[in-house]
């Protein structure tokens, strides 16, 4: 006899800005998806980006790339400082102005795993970030 389990589901509650979420639902629509799919894809990615990136050992090269509100107060002297802590990492850095509030820094980076994802960390924990992305190639 064959049986066939079914999958448990779980329901969750999240909240999020207005305007992001209309954002997403307009884009899933675009897509063709329903906003349970979505999300299950999204926590997918992160998932599997976070193991890559967060589990690995040695050295890598690559970028830590943020969009941040600068109307924040204490932000970007927190991000400079933060910067200038982990100076045997970092090779570089280029900040643009994104429009009046919102800054665009991409950090270059070269170093042990761990040293990177401590950065990494460091920087999304910051109050007024609002997009972190950690892009490595192992070395």
């Given at each position: 006899m064959f049986v066939v389990s079914?999958?448990?589901v779980s329901r969750i509650s999240v909240s999020?800005?207005?305007d992001l979420l209309t954002e997403f639902d307009k884009t899933?629509?675009?897509m063709g998806y329903d906003r349970s799919k979505a999300v299950q894809l999204s926590m997918r990615n992160f998932l599997t980006e976070y193991s890559w990136t967060y589990k690995e050992k040695g050295t890598a090269a690559g970028t830590i790339t943020i969009i941040y509100d600068h109307e924040v107060r204490g932000l970007e002297e927190s991000l400079t400082d933060t910067q200038h802590s982990y100076g045997d990492i970092i090779s570089s850095a280029l900040h643009i102005h994104l429009d009046e509030r919102?800054?665009?820094?991409?950090?270059?980076?070269?170093g042990q795993i761990k040293a990177i994802q401590k950065l990494a960390k460091e920087?999304?924990?910051k109050r007024g970030i609002k997009q972190?992305?950690?892009i490595t190639v192992l070395s």
């Open positions: 079914e999958k448990s999020v800005p207005t899933v629509a675009s919102n800054c665009f820094l991409v950090i270059a980076v070269k920087l999304m924990s972190l992305k950690l």
